[in-house]
């Protein structure tokens, strides 16, 4: 992931002054550029894909402009507070789907910093729904601030206990955390299956055949501060992802802790010779990283965003957990990069299925599929960033070929 | 010749006393106690199954006290486990165990594995070259959707093969040029692979299918009726008619087994996953090796995700995103078998047996059913972590080769 890409020396190219390399600089401190390309291309090919099968680039121009009305970003150009307005219920909504992705994001952005590549965010967010809504339906009639503290530690901590599982496994007997953690996705989400599922402990009390979970008791609701209130309203959840952010930035760049975090991610045999306890570090930051997935999922039960309950059928359906994955990489897993990587999919997720799910332009299925073909894209691509490099430095390099001879030996070997 | 003379001269009882021996025999005991309970035997007392299972338990701590850990922990993993099911067994009513217990499991089982063989050995494939391929699961799926639509419009089951074949050749193809020569990291190319499968596939069943079933009558891979084993006896009703798939897969495992390690190019395949610089040195194209063995990989899985869709289970329908992670259970039997054909054939059925004994306790409880798919997830976990032996991965198993 830090491969910087056969790119010539920064400072040469900053001396020459043009846009270019200025943008060459900040690629190298890990700039916007390939994740700004990708999405324009990952966008312009699931165009390409509309217009072909519709055979009309109108349609396929039409249907991204209703993604993005979809996604109530339309709502920018007339802004009324007034919900029943149609753009800011969308935008609402959109807002909603960005609080959960920005903590899945966080959690695998969080694990790469640290050299690991947590694929177990979709789990362990389960573990944190699971736990949020088992205590929040069993503390019924609790103070409220204290049922919603509860709730959203206790989720947070089993998530971080259910990731810390692959970090202590990667710890001691070297387990991929990539296999370790595919695994424990798949048992939570049977176990949250089974839970849920028709004679599970935690299946809906009143209704026995139904095979969903209790509502969340009104104690431990989060609050909705715009919207309908307890109607799929934008919960303070919102500012407590907000907060998630600032907390990662801090944590990674202003502490100790972060430090070795990095340390260990940038080169775990340098840090280990530098005195910094590797295995310590893998564990603490799974655990952090499983945190973050864990917080998605408690604020999701107790936000309301899923209804205050979540049935066996959701399961299968739910993806918050690895879409974060392209999220964090799109965010070039940086605090403020992550926050914009999930506003992006929050729009396309609520504006492709919902926006369009109203649209005569496109078969509403058809919308949500493309969602999913934007979001492959983003992640086959980002992760080849030296395609992108190798195209804008073979530019450059034809712009001024034999300048300094020395230049392209120098590149190889970096 | 040689060999084979002096493993006859040596006496009986220095064979017997060799670990691995031991080891093995451990272990079919404990399966065997397991087996008493259950027909065709059915002892109906809980002696039989203790008795065995505490002689495996007993070979198996032998074992790991002569070194051979692996084993020795197997043997005594299903020494324990022969006992408990063979008392599960014992205390439940003959009908049910005839129901739960008939030669269907085993039928069952050998078709719920016929897609993990395929992508465990395509894996094997993939990983022994040096390239990780976590986007089994997606090539699967692509093989899955593009498998009907072939033996629906081609009009018959070998279209459908070969189109599934060659969409999933296509496809490891796009993920070889990332993985290979754009060098980007293997785990998120083949995370992208497995989205863009799910939105590829699900986007063309809407726009062809219109979110519909296939149509019936979708040309279906045929099964294959031994002659001479048919009617109601146990061996009919396990093997007498299984799907011609199932049969490849069988055939698959031995291939692979032989094209591994009985073959230059099998030698030159490991080389390449194990040290590439020195493969590259002693004249191997370490590239050329690596994209044929991740485009057989993608051919490979396909043919498992035909399965799904035009197998005996699918019945000629496909299911949005009807994978469901076995791609990612092919890949643990793989891991589990520890990167060598029989071992994940043998896991494989291990999770597909896991799958249909979940089948056939939905009968009983639903959730104690879904409870039970966890198993092939525990025991791979269990396996990652060591404690019935490491697994050992390709030396070179997930870095891009930069050549020199």
């Given at each position: 992931m830090t491969d910087p890409g056969p790119s010539p020396s920064p400072e040469q190219a900053a001396a020459a002054g043009t846009l270019a390399a200025r943008i060459a600089l900040k690629q190298r401190a890990g700039g916007i550029l390939v994740p700004v390309v990708t999405v324009v291309f990952a966008l312009v090919m699931s165009g390409i894909v509309l217009a072909a099968t519709q055979h009309s680039v109108h349609t396929a121009l039409v249907a991204f402009q209703e993604i993005f009305d979809g996604a109530g970003l339309n709502w920018i150009f007339h802004p009324t507070t007034n919900l029943i307005d149609i753009s800011a219920y969308n935008l609402s909504q959109t807002l909603l789907q960005t609080t959960t992705l920005i903590l899945t994001g966080l959690s695998v952005a969080f694990a790469f910093r640290c050299?690991?590549?947590?694929?177990g965010g979709q789990g362990q967010y389960f573990v944190g729904l699971v736990v949020a809504n088992w205590l929040g339906v069993d503390?019924?009639?609790?103070n409220p601030f204290a049922h919603i503290l509860l709730c959203i530690v206790a989720g947070t901590l089993a998530a971080a206990a259910w990731a810390g599982i692959a970090g202590v496994l990667k710890a001691t007997v070297g387990a991929h955390e990539v296999i370790s953690t595919i695994m424990l996705n798949w048992i939570a989400f049977w176990v949250a299956s089974w839970l849920f599922g028709a004679g599970g402990p935690l299946q809906n009390s009143t209704q026995p055949t139904v095979p969903v979970s209790n509502q969340v008791s009104s104690s431990a609701r989060l609050p909705d501060f715009?919207?309908?209130?307890?109607?799929?309203g934008v919960h303070v959840g919102l500012f407590i992802a907000l907060a998630a952010v600032v907390v990662f930035w801090v944590l990674l760049n202003r502490t100790t802790l972060g430090y070795e975090v990095r340390a260990v991610g940038f080169n775990p045999d340098a840090a280990a010779y530098g005195g910094i306890n590797v295995k310590k570090n893998l564990v603490r930051a799974m655990a952090i990283s499983g945190a973050f997935a864990g917080l998605a999922g408690a604020l999701d039960m107790l936000g309301g965003t899923t209804n205050y309950q979540f049935g066996q059928l959701d399961i299968p359906f739910s993806q918050v957990g690895f879409i974060g994955i392209a999220v964090a990489l799109l965010g070039r897993n940086t605090a403020l990069g992550t926050l914009f990587g999930a506003l992006l999919f929050g729009s396309l997720l609520y504006g492709s299925f919902h926006g369009l799910g109203s649209s005569a332009v496109i078969q509403p299925e058809l919308a949500g599929n493309l969602t999913y073909i934007i979001q492959g894209l983003i992640v086959l691509f980002i992760g080849a960033d030296v395609l992108i490099l190798y195209v804008w430095n073979s530019r450059k390099k034809l712009r001024r070929?034999?300048?300094?001879?020395a230049q392209p030996a120098k590149a190889t070997a970096a | 010749m040689s060999t084979w003379a002096a493993r006859l001269d040596n006496p009986l009882s220095a064979r017997l006393r060799d670990p691995a021996a031991t080891g093995a025999l451990g272990i079919f005991l404990g399966a065997f106690a397991a087996f008493l309970a259950i027909p065709p035997i059915e002892a109906r007392t809980v002696t039989w199954p203790i008795v065995v299972g505490i002689v495996a338990v007993a070979l198996g701590i032998w074992t790991v006290s002569r070194g051979r850990r692996r084993l020795g922990w197997g043997a005594v993993a299903a020494g324990v486990l022969g006992i408990a099911l063979g008392m599960l067994a014992t205390r439940s009513s003959t009908e049910n165990l005839g129901s739960a217990f008939d030669a269907t499991l085993v039928a069952q089982t050998f078709s719920f594995a016929t897609p993990l063989v395929f992508g465990s050995i395509a894996g094997m494939f993939s990983e022994r070259s040096g390239v990780v391929n976590i986007g089994l699961e997606g090539m699967m799926l692509m093989g899955a959707f593009w498998g009907v639509y072939g033996a629906d419009k081609g009009g018959s089951w070998v279209v459908g093969l070969l189109v599934a074949a060659g969409v999933g050749g296509l496809v490891a193809l796009v993920y070889a040029f990332f993985a290979i020569h754009l060098r980007s990291d293997q785990i998120v190319g083949g995370t992208g692979v497995n989205f863009l499968a799910v939105g590829i596939t699900g986007y063309f069943f809407v726009e062809l299918y219109h979110n519909n079933p296939v149509p019936n009558g979708v040309s279906l891979l045929p099964n294959v009726r031994i002659p001479g084993l048919s009617g109601t006896g146990f061996f009919a009703q396990a093997i007498g008619d299984l799907n011609i798939l199932t049969w490849a897969s069988f055939a698959l495992v031995i291939l692979a087994y032989v094209v591994l390690f009985k073959t230059p190019i099998g030698l030159r395949i490991r080389a390449c996953g194990e040290h590439p610089r020195a493969a590259d040195t002693v004249g191997i194209n370490v590239y050329a090796i690596r994209y044929g063995c991740v485009v057989l990989s993608g051919i490979l899985v396909a043919l498992g995700g035909i399965y799904l869709s035009e197998g005996p289970q699918g019945n000629g329908s496909f299911i949005f995103n009807m994978t469901n992670g076995r791609g990612f259970i092919a890949l643990a039997a793989m891991i589990f078998g520890n990167w060598r054909p029989a071992g994940a054939f043998g896991a494989a059925l291990l999770f597909g047996f896991s799958s249909a004994l979940a089948l056939k306790l939905q009968v009983y409880s639903s959730s104690a059913a879904t409870l039970f798919q966890i198993l092939p997830y525990v025991l791979t976990l269990i396996a990652v972590a060591g404690v019935i032996g490491r697994t050992v991965a390709p030396a070179a198993d997930g870095k891009p080769y930069v050549r020199q």
């Amino acid at each position: 992931m830090t491969d910087p890409g056969p790119s010539p020396s920064p400072e040469q190219a900053a001396a020459a002054g043009t846009l270019a390399a200025r943008i060459a600089l900040k690629q190298r401190a890990g700039g916007i550029l390939v994740p700004v390309v990708t999405v324009v291309f990952a966008l312009v090919m699931s165009g390409i894909v509309l217009a072909a099968t519709q055979h009309s680039v109108h349609t396929a121009l039409v249907a991204f402009q209703e993604i993005f009305d979809g996604a109530g970003l339309n709502w920018i150009f007339h802004p009324t507070t007034n919900l029943i307005d149609i753009s800011a219920y969308n935008l609402s909504q959109t807002l909603l789907q960005t609080t959960t992705l920005i903590l899945t994001g966080l959690s695998v952005a969080f694990a790469f910093r640290c050299g690991m590549f947590n694929i177990g965010g979709q789990g362990q967010y389960f573990v944190g729904l699971v736990v949020a809504n088992w205590l929040g339906v069993d503390f019924a009639g609790m103070n409220p601030f204290a049922h919603i503290l509860l709730c959203i530690v206790a989720g947070t901590l089993a998530a971080a206990a259910w990731a810390g599982i692959a970090g202590v496994l990667k710890a001691t007997v070297g387990a991929h955390e990539v296999i370790s953690t595919i695994m424990l996705n798949w048992i939570a989400f049977w176990v949250a299956s089974w839970l849920f599922g028709a004679g599970g402990p935690l299946q809906n009390s009143t209704q026995p055949t139904v095979p969903v979970s209790n509502q969340v008791s009104s104690s431990a609701r989060l609050p909705d501060f715009w919207g309908a209130q307890g109607f799929q309203g934008v919960h303070v959840g919102l500012f407590i992802a907000l907060a998630a952010v600032v907390v990662f930035w801090v944590l990674l760049n202003r502490t100790t802790l972060g430090y070795e975090v990095r340390a260990v991610g940038f080169n775990p045999d340098a840090a280990a010779y530098g005195g910094i306890n590797v295995k310590k570090n893998l564990v603490r930051a799974m655990a952090i990283s499983g945190a973050f997935a864990g917080l998605a999922g408690a604020l999701d039960m107790l936000g309301g965003t899923t209804n205050y309950q979540f049935g066996q059928l959701d399961i299968p359906f739910s993806q918050v957990g690895f879409i974060g994955i392209a999220v964090a990489l799109l965010g070039r897993n940086t605090a403020l990069g992550t926050l914009f990587g999930a506003l992006l999919f929050g729009s396309l997720l609520y504006g492709s299925f919902h926006g369009l799910g109203s649209s005569a332009v496109i078969q509403p299925e058809l919308a949500g599929n493309l969602t999913y073909i934007i979001q492959g894209l983003i992640v086959l691509f980002i992760g080849a960033d030296v395609l992108i490099l190798y195209v804008w430095n073979s530019r450059k390099k034809l712009r001024r070929p034999p300048a300094n001879p020395a230049q392209p030996a120098k590149a190889t070997a970096a | 010749m040689s060999t084979w003379a002096a493993r006859l001269d040596n006496p009986l009882s220095a064979r017997l006393r060799d670990p691995a021996a031991t080891g093995a025999l451990g272990i079919f005991l404990g399966a065997f106690a397991a087996f008493l309970a259950i027909p065709p035997i059915e002892a109906r007392t809980v002696t039989w199954p203790i008795v065995v299972g505490i002689v495996a338990v007993a070979l198996g701590i032998w074992t790991v006290s002569r070194g051979r850990r692996r084993l020795g922990w197997g043997a005594v993993a299903a020494g324990v486990l022969g006992i408990a099911l063979g008392m599960l067994a014992t205390r439940s009513s003959t009908e049910n165990l005839g129901s739960a217990f008939d030669a269907t499991l085993v039928a069952q089982t050998f078709s719920f594995a016929t897609p993990l063989v395929f992508g465990s050995i395509a894996g094997m494939f993939s990983e022994r070259s040096g390239v990780v391929n976590i986007g089994l699961e997606g090539m699967m799926l692509m093989g899955a959707f593009w498998g009907v639509y072939g033996a629906d419009k081609g009009g018959s089951w070998v279209v459908g093969l070969l189109v599934a074949a060659g969409v999933g050749g296509l496809v490891a193809l796009v993920y070889a040029f990332f993985a290979i020569h754009l060098r980007s990291d293997q785990i998120v190319g083949g995370t992208g692979v497995n989205f863009l499968a799910v939105g590829i596939t699900g986007y063309f069943f809407v726009e062809l299918y219109h979110n519909n079933p296939v149509p019936n009558g979708v040309s279906l891979l045929p099964n294959v009726r031994i002659p001479g084993l048919s009617g109601t006896g146990f061996f009919a009703q396990a093997i007498g008619d299984l799907n011609i798939l199932t049969w490849a897969s069988f055939a698959l495992v031995i291939l692979a087994y032989v094209v591994l390690f009985k073959t230059p190019i099998g030698l030159r395949i490991r080389a390449c996953g194990e040290h590439p610089r020195a493969a590259d040195t002693v004249g191997i194209n370490v590239y050329a090796i690596r994209y044929g063995c991740v485009v057989l990989s993608g051919i490979l899985v396909a043919l498992g995700g035909i399965y799904l869709s035009e197998g005996p289970q699918g019945n000629g329908s496909f299911i949005f995103n009807m994978t469901n992670g076995r791609g990612f259970i092919a890949l643990a039997a793989m891991i589990f078998g520890n990167w060598r054909p029989a071992g994940a054939f043998g896991a494989a059925l291990l999770f597909g047996f896991s799958s249909a004994l979940a089948l056939k306790l939905q009968v009983y409880s639903s959730s104690a059913a879904t409870l039970f798919q966890i198993l092939p997830y525990v025991l791979t976990l269990i396996a990652v972590a060591g404690v019935i032996g490491r697994t050992v991965a390709p030396a070179a198993d997930g870095k891009p080769y930069v050549r020199q």
